[in-house]
């Protein structure tokens, strides 16, 4: 059977060309996001000798003495970015190589009725449908292998150019991340065609005499039952997300969402013709012959409907649900900082990282000034039951803070911190299961461990570091100084913000202090996290989205390569070459159309469940969608499917002939 596969390629090239393409660039993707996280596993830990010496021993819980050192790189975040990608791009794979393989066996039905007339056997039937695979596949990861590796070096300069990585990545070695992506192309091409090659053994020989591209069963049940699957995992997820708490809710909508859409796609055979058909009723009336042969196409040709609809549908909704869940979490952390912030004014270094504590106590004396916080950021060590890990800490005054920002003391008592004394935040405490009262093991780096009772837990969003220091607080390090200042003015003064910012930076000097106001500093703030979202958005959506484009060309390629016959027949009695592409024109609109609907309703479902598991105090939580880029996504799809499908069907009627409407395909 393997020959009779490497024969079926070759004649049927254009229907093969588009599976190629895909899982080539399927592989590609994998492999350069492979690359990338294996350039940032080479980077050392500690590059810098000189922080060696700063480090921390602490005593687990269980005995064992864990040695951490200061000034290791965290990598942690561009990590976490280039694994969401190749998880985006890995299921954008999986999901256009399945729908691409099926959809290759729903337009050769009844060659594989004619191979059973004959009397080739189904499980004959299925080892030649999997030889047609590993017969593109293997060539297809070669090919994409070798993309990956032309390309992973300048994935690397252009991540490197965004600033989401704090050290320059190098390419390293490429041997295995591209053997993990050509075997990972090769299991999604099996698995992928698995399915389709169980639906061409059942294929029936009397498939051989249809003559009409009719689908005789709306939806498979394997399809159905794998639908009703991840229909019913993809509600109880997105069900569970608002009551989960913010950390918990980000997979479960995230995953949620891709579960219903992958359902949506399942279940596409079953209701897209319905709904095309309602979305096509203008159409008749608008244009009644172009119309009604494009409402009736997409009608009748459930299977091929579908997988028109499916990448986009997939797509949308994908890059959807993770743009919107970033955006939405800025958008939500920014709401929360203002509400909490009751300063007017916020005091920053005018040169240099960090403010000048002789600044800060000028600031306090300044009769108009009924409060300063000043937070003064340091890296700990943190024992636990287990492990020790590294932990963001503050030097900072609790009452102080209290006073400049909305803070709630969920448990203990709120008071100025001595020695041996932390406080922690609600998030902190709910991790890792502290409570006011308890004891907690640190350690600064260059110092020496310190045994501190926590007396307050607090709830005041990212205001409140996850661990208050006293300010006693001294390592072997220099000690740290606040790199802003959060200022509360009296009754009398607040009404008169900007003057009384003009006059403090006056007094204090503009050499030494900028001085901006609470609303005006978040303004500025915004942008520059606006900014480093769309990077992170920018990592995440446009090589998916690019391949998904390409996925929804090679779909249409593969459509229109098996409906030669077809459009001859049209203009045999009687329709015009114009009427030809306006029904071409009016199908790939109406698909689009209806898989941006699709992949739009999935996405809100996902997007408000997840909006119910984050807080703003005193408000609503924001939902924040990136409308310019998701309008860009769906608008090159649009341009991709109108360009290719008017370009297939000029070929097509370049070929118009009475021999096609008589031979087989």
């Known amino acids: 059977m393997w020959r009779l596969s490497v024969r079926s390629v070759r004649h049927y090239w254009a229907l093969f060309a588009g599976t190629f393409v895909a899982l080539s660039l399927g592989v590609a993707l994998i492999g350069v996001s492979a690359s990338a996280l294996a350039a940032t596993w080479a980077v050392p830990v500690s590059p810098g000798a000189a922080n060696r010496n700063l480090s921390v021993t602490l005593t687990d819980g269980t005995g064992a003495e864990r040695t951490l050192s200061s000034g290791d790189l965290d990598m942690g975040g561009v990590q976490s970015v280039l694994a969401m990608a190749g998880v985006v791009s890995a299921f954008v794979t999986v999901f256009v190589i399945a729908g691409t393989f099926a959809f290759g066996i729903a337009l050769r039905r009844r060659d594989m009725g004619l191979l059973r007339l004959v009397g080739a056997g189904g499980p004959q039937v299925r080892r030649m449908v999997l030889g047609e695979s590993l017969a593109v596949a293997v060539p297809a990861a070669l090919a994409g292998c070798v993309v990956a590796a032309a390309a992973a070096p300048?994935?690397?300069?252009?991540?490197?150019?965004?600033?989401?990585?704090?050290?320059?990545?190098?390419?390293?070695?490429?041997?295995?991340?591209l053997v993990f992506a050509a075997g990972s192309g090769l299991v999604i091409a099996v698995s992928g065609m698995l399915a389709a090659s169980k639906r061409a053994a059942r294929v029936r020989p009397t498939e051989a005499l249809r003559e009409a591209d009719l689908d005789a069963r709306t939806i498979t049940a394997g399809r159905a039952v794998m639908g009703v699957?991840?229909?019913?995992?993809?509600?109880?997820?997105?069900?569970?997300?608002?009551?989960?708490?913010?950390?918990?809710?980000?997979?479960?909508?995230?995953?949620?969402?891709?579960?219903l859409a992958v359902a949506a796609t399942l279940f596409g055979p079953l209701y897209l013709p319905p709904l095309l058909r309602l979305m096509t009723l203008p159409l008749r009336w608008a244009d009644p012959v172009a119309g009604r042969l494009a409402a009736e196409s997409v009608s009748t040709s459930r299977r091929r409907t579908a997988s028109l609809v499916g990448p986009v549908l997939a797509i949308l909704a994908i890059v959807g649900v993770f743009t919107t869940v970033?955006?939405?979490?800025?958008?939500?952390?920014?709401?929360?900082?203002?509400?909490?912030?009751?300063?007017?004014?916020?005091?920053?270094?005018?040169?240099?990282?960090?403010?000048?504590?002789?600044?800060?106590a000028e600031l306090r004396a300044d009769p108009r000034v009924a409060a300063v916080?000043?937070?003064?950021?340091?890296?700990?060590?943190?024992?636990?039951?287990?492990?020790?890990?590294?932990?963001?800490?503050?030097?900072?005054?609790?009452?102080?803070?209290?006073?400049?920002?909305?803070?709630?003391?969920?448990?203990?008592?709120?008071?100025?911190?001595?020695?041996?004394?932390?406080?922690?935040?609600?998030?902190?405490?709910?991790?890792?299961?502290?409570?006011a009262g308890s004891t907690l093991t640190y350690g600064l780096f260059g110092g020496d461990p310190v045994k501190a009772r926590v007396t307050a837990v607090l709830d005041g969003g990212s205001a409140v570091p996850p661990l208050l220091l006293p300010s006693g607080t001294r390592a072997a390090s220099p000690a740290p100084e606040p790199e802003h200042a959060a200022v509360l003015l009296d009754e009398k003064s607040a009404g008169s913000v900007p003057a009384v910012a003009a006059e403090l930076t006056e007094r204090l000097g503009a050499d030494r202090v900028r001085i901006t106001p609470t609303a005006d500093w978040f303004g500025r703030a915004a942008t520059d996290q606006d900014r480093l979202n769309r990077l992170v958005l920018?990592?995440?959506?446009?090589?998916?989205?690019?391949?998904?484009?390409?996925?929804?060309?090679?779909?249409?390629?593969?459509?229109?390569?098996?409906?030669?016959?077809?459009?001859?027949?049209?203009?045999?009695?009687?329709?015009?070459?114009?009427?030809?592409?306006?029904?071409?024109?009016?199908?790939?609109?109406?698909?689009?159309?209806?898989?941006?609907?699709?992949?739009?309703?999935?996405?809100?479902?996902?997007?408000?469940?997840?909006?119910?598991?984050?807080?703003?105090?005193?408000?609503?939580?924001?939902?924040?969608?990136?409308?310019?880029?998701?309008?860009?996504?769906?608008?090159?799809?649009?341009?991709?499917?109108?360009?290719?499908?008017?370009?297939?069907?000029?070929?097509?009627?370049?070929?118009?002939?009475?021999?096609?409407?008589?031979?087989?395909?």
């Not at 699957?229 to 918990?248: D, I, Q, R």
């Not at 970033?326 to 240099?352: C, F, I, K, N």
Request: glycine letters at 10%; charged letters at 15%.
């Open 154 to 177: 300048v994935a690397l300069e252009s991540l490197n150019g965004t600033g989401l990585s704090p050290v320059d990545l190098r390419p390293g070695p490429l041997l295995w991340p």
């Open 326 to 360: 970033l955006s939405t979490t800025g958008a939500a952390t920014e709401a929360d900082d203002r509400a909490r912030t009751a300063g007017q004014l916020v005091v920053e270094p005018a040169a240099g990282a960090t403010l000048s504590r002789e600044a800060v």
């Open 229 to 259: 699957l991840t229909c019913v995992a993809g509600a109880v997820m997105v069900a569970l997300a608002p009551g989960a708490g913010t950390e918990a809710a980000t997979p479960l909508a995230l995953f949620g969402t891709m579960a």
């Open 373 to 435: 916080s000043a937070t003064a950021p340091v890296e700990v060590a943190v024992a636990g039951p287990h492990s020790a890990w590294k932990e963001q800490a503050a030097v900072v005054d609790p009452v102080a803070l209290a006073r400049t920002h909305r803070i709630t003391v969920v448990d203990g008592t709120l008071g100025p911190l001595g020695p041996g004394a932390v406080a922690v935040s609600r998030e902190f405490a709910d991790w890792y299961g502290h409570r």
């Open 538 to 665: 920018a990592v995440l959506a446009v090589p998916a989205s690019l391949y998904a484009l390409i996925a929804v060309a090679s779909t249409l390629v593969m459509s229109y390569s098996r409906r030669g016959r077809e459009i001859a027949g049209m203009r045999m009695i009687g329709v015009s070459a114009g009427q030809v592409r306006r029904m071409a024109l009016w199908e790939t609109l109406s698909t689009t159309l209806l898989g941006v609907l699709m992949a739009a309703a999935v996405v809100t479902v996902g997007a408000r469940a997840y909006r119910g598991a984050l807080t703003v105090f005193g408000g609503e939580t924001p939902l924040s969608v990136p409308w310019g880029m998701l309008g860009m996504l769906t608008a090159a799809c649009v341009l991709v499917g109108v360009v290719v499908s008017l370009s297939a069907t000029g070929r097509l009627l370049r070929q118009v002939s009475v021999a096609t409407v008589t031979s087989r395909q």
